[in-house]
């Protein structure tokens, strides 16, 4: 099976449409640093994704899992427009998966209007819902008899300017235990989606402000995973990291922007057998293109890097 892990494509949409009473807190920063120039960094990400949409098709992708950030300011305008930008490579919809970011969910207005909810929400159904403790979280999707993606939700609003830090409830890690422990995942390949990442390339915690801050307790939980990995987005380098806590048995990976300017990325695994196979993802002369194979997981918990030299192509955008 071939899996693409995308994130953080972050769909421009342009501040005009931003009604007066939104340029309050949190947005008026966000604002700030868009028209600052951040925002020209993602200038072309409704194209990159139709680009990305032909790589899907052209290399047989099975299955593309996105870990957030489809939003700048997380309106309810810019989620409906990003839902319609994604579609082209969420087809079929049963064949792709997502979770927000913390932009997605920038304020609390979004979270009582479940926006994010209500145009992606075709993409985050559980085949496991009596799981599910905190809304839909976590689900669980289950592919053949050898593959189960699970999802949590770490994003949540930030009101204060100076934090962009997530968390995973303790329900949902409760929950994420008990389904880990269910014996009917025993042989199968697991890749755990959350948006933040529980650790850097160089093996170490995020900062506070920016980072996961209970990063530890949901890799505790995460030490059950005999094979599989853990994704995520939201730093926006691509890497992954074998530099793992004690007792963790499987690599995380970080699929950085899709779209950002000079740093496009994503992963792209192969699942067969006892074997899983990761290349880099990179874009190049306006079309995406992948490295050759740079790290090769295996059922018993060990990992090498087949082509030394392209370990290092993984890790660097």
């Known amino acids: 099976m071939r899996i693409l892990h995308c994130s953080d494509p972050h769909f421009d949409l342009s501040l005009r449409t931003i009604p007066?009473?939104?340029?309050?807190?949190?947005?008026?920063?966000?604002?700030?640093?868009?028209?600052?120039?951040?925002?020209?960094?993602?200038?072309?990400?409704?194209?990159?994704?139709?680009?990305?949409?032909?790589?899907?098709?052209?290399h047989n992708v099975d299955l593309v899992l996105c870990t957030g950030d489809y939003t700048a300011l997380g309106l309810q305008a810019e989620i409906e427009e990003a839902a319609e930008l994604i579609a082209p490579l969420a087809q079929p919809p049963e064949r792709?998966?997502?979770?927000?970011?913390?932009?997605?969910?920038?304020?609390?207005?979004?979270?009582?209007?479940?926006?994010?909810?209500?145009?992606?929400?075709?993409?985050?159904?559980?085949d496991w819902p009596q799981y599910s403790v905190d809304g839909i979280w976590p689900f669980v999707r289950l592919f053949g008899d050898?593959?189960?993606?699970?999802?949590?939700?770490?994003?949540?609003?930030?009101?204060?300017?100076?934090?962009?830090?997530?968390?995973?409830?303790?329900?949902?890690l409760d929950a994420l235990a008990r389904i880990l422990d269910d014996p009917r995942l025993e042989d199968r390949?697991?890749?755990?989606?959350?948006?933040?990442?529980?650790?850097?390339?160089?093996?170490?915690?995020?900062?506070?402000?920016?980072g996961l801050r209970n990063a530890d307790d949901f890799l505790r939980v995460c030490?059950?995973?005999r094979k599989g990995a853990i994704l995520n987005g939201h730093v926006h380098r691509c890497y992954f990291t074998d530099l793992r806590p004690e007792g963790l048995?499987?690599?995380?990976?970080?699929?950085?922007?899709?779209?950002?300017?000079?740093?496009?990325?994503?992963?792209?695994?192969?699942?067969?057998?006892?074997?899983?196979?990761?290349?880099?993802?990179?874009?190049?002369?306006?079309e995406y293109r992948v490295t050759a194979p740079c790290r090769l997981l295996l059922a018993d918990g060990e990992s090498e890097s087949p082509i030394p030299i392209q370990e290092n192509a993984c890790r660097l955008p």
């Open 146 to 172: 050898y593959l189960a993606v699970i999802g949590v939700n770490s994003a949540k609003p930030n009101p204060l300017p100076w934090r962009s830090d997530g968390h995973i409830p303790p329900e949902q």
């Open 20 to 58: 007066l009473r939104k340029w309050f807190g949190k947005r008026a920063v966000g604002a700030l640093n868009l028209l600052g120039g951040r925002g020209r960094y993602f200038d072309d990400a409704d194209r990159k994704i139709q680009e990305l949409a032909r790589f899907r098709e052209e």
């Open 249 to 286: 048995s499987i690599d995380l990976y970080c699929a950085g922007s899709v779209s950002m300017e000079g740093r496009e990325c994503f992963w792209l695994f192969d699942i067969e057998g006892d074997r899983m196979e990761a290349r880099r993802g990179y874009y190049e002369e306006g």
């Open 96 to 126: 792709f998966i997502t979770l927000p970011g913390n932009h997605d969910i920038y304020a609390k207005d979004v979270i009582h209007s479940d926006a994010f909810m209500e145009f992606f929400g075709r993409y985050m159904h559980s």
């Open 189 to 210: 390949w697991i890749l755990v989606m959350t948006h933040y990442a529980a650790r850097l390339a160089d093996g170490k915690p995020d900062t506070p402000h920016h």
């Open 223 to 225: 030490r059950r995973i």
